[in-house]
């Protein structure tokens, strides 16, 4: 009888060891991925806070503009009518503005639309003073039209739209 138990014995041990068991996923491997995702998304909300163009203002409170005495405007027509950028300067001096280059615009001489140009940082000043001028396009200076205006952290590109 015992050489009955041990090929007994041996048919089991023979068909079990040929049978693999299942191997679950470890409940670390879940974790793993959470954990990876969430520091890729973390890494991408960084990189595109540090690289939005502009500073923004913390939520809830709108960047107040600098006071017009405070701010530098150069006013560049860009038509071939003459004294539009004349004109759009004497109306911002008027209202306090300081004044820097007001000369034909060296990239274009045939803009549709007016637009006002800003620096960075220098965006709600920029708004102030196409409110003031009625214009609606407000845009980041382009670094062409930067190296013309000596320093001046406000452009007004004055279009035909504002010919008379």
Known sequence: M????????????NAHGRRRRRRLPSPRAGLTVVIGAAAAAAVVAIVLALASPTARPPAGRPAAP?????????????????GLARTAADRLSAAGYRIGVVTDDAVTN????????????RRAAAAAVAARL??????PLDAGTAG?????????????????
Do not use: H
């Open 2 to 13: 015992t050489d009955f138990v041990d090929l007994l014995e041996e048919q089991l041990v």
């Open 66 to 82: 600098a006071a017009p005495a405070a701010t530098r405007v150069a006013v560049l027509n860009a038509t071939r009518v003459n």
């Open 110 to 121: 045939a803009l549709g639309r007016s637009a006002v140009l800003y620096a960075p940082g």
């Open 134 to 139: 009625g214009i609606a396009r407000v845009a």
């Open 148 to 164: 013309t205006v000596a320093g001046a952290g406000v452009v007004v590109r004055v279009g035909i739209d504002r010919a008379p």
